[in-house]
């Protein structure tokens, strides 16, 4: 029941003028709450980070989701692998290349998108080539084993002829052998082909680095992109079981990492890293070093090597290093590596910091592997293929497989890989282990800066090392597959087109037109 005083109270009416004032302060009381609010979030969270859980000695800091799994911007750049208007089509050829990969299965993959692009140079027929088997990896497979032979023809029909095997009649002929010379331009093949004056048949005896990095015409360095990347792709069964590990791997998390654990007894024993084995261990791997014929260098200082970046980075060092980016300890890893040396005792030391991991072996069934086992060439595709679709790749050391993967992965659109720094993570590492960091939160900050341009984002491919002369350069160029971004930069245009590579049309809003 109203009283007197609160009916005439509502009965009496409002002026405009007071209906004005009551939404003024309304409005300016709604600012107020909104600033004091804001400057308590500014006040308690002064970055786009959170607390983790992280290693006894250790306590790092956890970036913002979005930061840690979103790839970097391509730039406007998608791939691009068509022919120019210039492109001479192949034509048959009675002129046979013979090849014998070597090396381990990325190597071989490389070598053979470089002599596809070689028989083009020289009009020639290529033969499928012959694998590796007498390599550290004891592999037995043939091409077809590993790859989608009909594909890798019929992909390939416009730029070379290939056949699956030589014709009767020239199986008995005398064959030109050839090495030929390392990372070598357009200019040494033509000359090649004199070869073809007094020979209907010439056998490479080594498919690896036979094509330069650089200054080759676009057209050819597209076409080693077509080879890798369109031709080479995997047979049925290991892209079947390769896609459903990835699926599995979704299923268990939304996202992971792959993780190229490159921790393996002979690559130990090739680099001579030696940092945190026991006395036995190390003089084990020496033996094997010495033993070991086809590597040339024997004598190799431990200390030395690591200090300089040239060892691939220990289990526990993984785990501190993907701890400092940021990375919780429930993420899920994928682990893609071979038998790690010192076993379940030395991943522990990963584990401590990322319990979440994850091997082939515990994501398919032993029916499932056994198509595989004995078979390295055609397991690491598998791992291959996990790796390439992950959500953030990271090579723990800068083998054939990691620059395979790095470059795979910048040319379908730049997706995340982190490459560690290993030479400034060494001088990190032993600064937080002697106390001189003793905030690990500055820690956390270092490693994260000093890896903020090494994520995968597009840039131009590195030259040689400075001071380095004569075909020795070479060597140290960075190899066009691991980095098949365009030559130089301030020359994106539409009128302009790089190998594997070309501008997209952008709309007003920045999205690509594609």
């Not at 409005?27 to 970055?47: L, R």
């Not at 490159?262 to 690559?267: F, G, L, S, W």
């Not at 996990?386 to 379908?412: D, T």
């Amino acid at each position: 029941m109203r009283t007197a005083s609160t009916a005439k109270f509502i009965s009496r009416k409002q002026s405009p003028r007071a209906i004005a004032l009551y939404i003024f302060l309304l409005f300016a009381f709604s600012i107020f709450i909104f600033v004091f609010n804001a400057g308590n979030i500014v006040e308690d969270h002064p970055a786009p980070v959170i607390s983790i859980q992280s290693h006894p000695q250790t306590k790092f800091l956890q970036t913002a989701d979005d930061e840690l799994w979103d790839a970097p911007s391509r730039h406007g750049l998608r791939p691009c692998v068509k022919p120019t208007s210039r492109y001479k089509a192949a034509h048959g050829s009675d002129r046979y290349l013979t090849v014998k990969s070597n090396g381990g299965l990325n190597q071989m993959r490389t070598g053979i998108s470089d002599m596809v692009a070689v028989a083009h140079i020289m009009n020639a027929t290529l033969v499928i080539p012959q694998l590796d088997r007498r390599s550290f990896w004891q592999d037995s497979s043939i091409f077809s084993d590993i790859f989608d032979e009909l594909h890798f023809i019929t992909t390939l029909q416009g730029d070379v002829r290939i056949v699956r095997e030589l014709p009767k009649e020239l199986e008995l002929v005398p064959r030109a052998r050839k090495h030929f010379t390392s990372w070598s331009s357009m200019g040494y093949y033509k000359e090649m082909m004199q070869l073809w004056n007094d020979h209907q048949v010439i056998h490479v005896a080594k498919s690896d680095s036979r094509l330069a990095n650089n200054d080759l015409p676009l057209d050819i360095q597209r076409l080693r992109c077509r080879a890798l990347y369109h031709a080479l792709r995997f047979s049925p069964p290991i892209e079947s079981l390769g896609k459903k590990l990835v699926d599995r791997l979704r299923m268990r998390s939304g996202k992971y990492i792959a993780l190229h654990l490159r921790y393996e007894k002979d690559m130990l024993a090739f680099t001579g890293c030696t940092s945190g084995l026991t006395d036995a261990e190390s003089e084990e791997l020496r033996i094997m070093r010495e033993n070991t014929k086809h590597w040339k260098v024997k004598d190799i200082n431990s200390t030395e090597q690591r200090i300089g970046g040239f060892c691939p980075l220990t289990p526990k060092e993984v785990g501190i290093f993907l701890q400092a980016i940021g990375y919780p300890p429930s993420t899920l890893i994928y682990v893609a590596s071979g038998e790690i040396y010192g076993g379940d005792a030395r991943l522990s030391e990963l584990m401590s910091f990322f319990p979440n991991l994850v091997f082939k072996e515990k994501l398919a069934t032993k029916e499932e592997l056994n198509a595989f086992a004995k078979h390295a060439s055609q397991s690491a595709a598998l791992d291959y293929i996990v790796s390439l679709e992950s959500n953030v790749f990271v090579p723990s050391y800068s083998g054939n497989m990691a620059r395979a993967v790095e470059g795979h992965r910048r040319f379908l659109g730049h997706r995340k890989t982190i490459t560690p720094d290993r030479k400034g993570l060494v001088r990190l590492f032993d600064e937080l282990e002697s106390g001189q960091l003793r905030e690990t939160s500055s820690f956390s900050d270092l490693v994260q800066q000093m890896h903020k341009n090494r994520q995968g984002a597009p840039r131009k491919r590195k030259g040689p090392s400075p001071g380095i002369k004569g075909k020795a350069r070479f060597r140290t160029e960075e190899s066009f597959y691991e980095n098949p971004y365009p030559d130089g930069y301030g020359m994106l245009n539409r009128d302009v087109r790089f190998p594997g590579y070309e501008l997209q049309a952008m709309s007003v809003h920045g999205a690509a037109a594609i």
